[in-house]
């Protein structure tokens, strides 16, 4: 079913649309959310909050842009929402340490990296990349994961970010010096240290 | 000096290199099940959130209070009138033996 067909369905709230929906995209929302939080538990919660928003405001999608485009912006939007919400949850408990209340201080750390499509033998070099994409801007970070980790065109994000083509571009190129400057400082210290 | 900076610059590198080599991960089976439940359980709490029960029972709730002060006089001058009476008087009284004491203590 093309996007013409399968919105209206969708709009009726009928269920096997949404089975198709949901069969057709889940693979692409589940890697894009990984690539954004490398923790297959947390990605897999993202994915459902993923589909249920699109279930609840399909009647708001007006079709200028494809459908995919709109379930990549939602994804995006949930998986920032979650970093956010997660660097709140540090942030508090960093506070209640300082303040003698270190109950949870230990246990809530950004995540816990668990990709599991990340071979054994690079994870610990993945793993201090996705520490690196942490540290970048939100848009660097949303424009450096759909790129490099999703493989979409500049032109899809483009699209799904709704920013022109030369600043998709000047993203990516920040995002890249960014990253090679953050690593750069980690093996200095690494490898001096 | 040169082979560490080469060194690092490889690092670099070979991390970098690292985001090519992330496999697709498959997603999984059972989701469209798991979906179908979390919106059936969204249903029917958002059918319970209907505050229509609530407001019946507050409203139930204020109708027989109104009732019981009602049927206690709570509203009828008459009886009011009677209590700021009897009020008056016990005060008279309470403080005319309030005198009677005070000049007694005093002799």
């Known amino acids: 079913m093309n996007d013409n067909q399968i919105i209206p369905k969708l709009k009726e709230r009928n269920e096997n649309a949404f089975k198709e929906l949901v069969d057709t995209f889940q693979e692409k929302v589940l890697n894009t959310c990984l690539g954004f939080v490398p923790n297959l538990h947390d990605a897999e919660d993202i994915v459902q909050d993923v589909f249920i928003e699109v279930y609840r405001s399909i009647d708001k999608f007006r079709g200028d842009s494809k459908l995919s485009t709109w379930i990549y912006r939602i994804t995006t939007t949930k998986c920032l929402e979650h970093l956010r919400a997660k660097k709140r949850q540090k942030r508090k408990s960093f506070f209640q340490s300082l303040i003698g209340m270190h109950e949870n201080a230990d246990r809530i750390k950004a995540y816990d990296f668990n990709h599991p499509g990340v071979l054994l033998e690079n994870q610990e070099r993945t793993k201090i990349l996705y520490e690196a994409i942490e540290k970048l801007p939100e848009n660097q970070r949303v424009a450096f994961t759909l790129h490099k980790i999703e493989g979409l065109s500049y032109q899809e994000i483009t699209e799904i970010m709704e920013n022109s083509l030369s600043s998709v571009e000047s993203l990516m190129f920040r995002a890249k010096k960014n990253l090679k400057k953050s690593l750069g400082d980690f093996y200095k210290k690494n490898m001096l240290g | ?107």
Not at chain 2, 37 to 48: A, F, G, M
């Open chain 2, 1 to 107: 000096m040169k082979n560490k900076k080469y060194n690092i610059e490889e690092e670099i590198r070979k991390t970098m290199d690292t985001v090519e080599n992330i496999q697709r991960v498959e997603g999984n089976p059972y989701l469209s099940t798991r979906l179908n439940e979390r919106l059936h359980q969204k249903n029917i709490t958002t059918h319970s959130q209907i505050p229509i029960w609530q407001l019946a029972m507050v409203f139930c709730l204020f109708f027989l209070n109104g009732f019981a002060l009602i049927q206690s006089g709570y509203f009828d001058s008459e009886s009011n009138v009677a209590v700021e009476e009897t009020v008056e008087e016990n005060w008279l009284v309470n403080s005319e033996e309030d005198d009677l004491n005070y000049i007694s203590w005093n002799d």
